[in-house]
């Protein structure tokens, strides 16, 4: 059984699950001197900033990171981001500084953060997390496909905690690309194993369910419901709406946030926790994409199951 055992978040306004399942509209931006100290910080990227703030809370929050060490083993926990636009400021940049002057006018502080696995590389050596590394940039699904990925590492005994996070900056070029602003923040959350989890103590805060994955939302839906009970929530896009069962919320982060892109599954995940941290009751579905060549995720959370007792795995 694959399970939630922490989450980050770095949302403006919004510092922890609870926060981010509850309001209504964004507060202050994040600020990452705040959250990580000014040390470090100086050349890194507005997405990997706010993705190491995401991950700094979840390491916390799942009670693998205390006073600035791991508390498990770094060779094997795995880092997964999520972000479709990520450092493409920077590698914008460097190609215009390549165009106008040669090779020669690149900085060599701006060449490694050109990377496009440059978030996750850096939350990987910022706290010695040397298990699989990731980087998935794959349309509006691509939070949920990053989930999806954790649990694949988990189930194949590559990893025993993975953290999974998801980042989108909001700068002018990023705003170009999408045609209007981005929602300028992060989350995270770290998979375990129930197993792994009950061993070390860890609270379970939700339930991993099954996952599908399809070309439009209706039929991706249908699918999941040949596996999954009723949902008692929706967390999805506005445009999947006709889709969804009738008379359940909806809750709809881009409305709030704005554009997620690449983060939204991620911050769904992270979202749909704190709701049950609150108490909300029943699965959870959640759903990222849309009908288009992109295709659409859909991904289930439970609530923690209660001690002593097993669902049957999906």
Known sequence: MMTVTGVGVALPGADSATALATAS???DSVEPAAVLGKKGLRYKDRATQLGLCAAQRVLTDAGLLADGELTVDGTRTAVLVSSNLGNVDTVCRVVQTIADEGTHGVSPMDTPN??????????AIRWGLKGPNLMLCNGPASGLDAIRWGTALLRSGRADHVVVVGVEPDNEIARRLVGGPLADGAAAVVLERAEAAEARG???RAVIGAHTRGLDVAGTIAELAEVESEPAAWYAPAAAAPALSQGLPVHDLAAVWGELSGALGVVQC???VGALD?????PMWLVAGTDSDDGVATLVLRPPVPAGARPAAV
């Open 270 to 272: 992270a979202a749909a």
């Open 202 to 204: 860890a609270t379970v």
């Open 25 to 27: 509209r964004p507060g």
């Open 278 to 282: 609150a108490g909300a009751d029943g």
């Open 114 to 123: 050109a990377s496009s696995n440059i978030i996750a590389s850096e939350i």
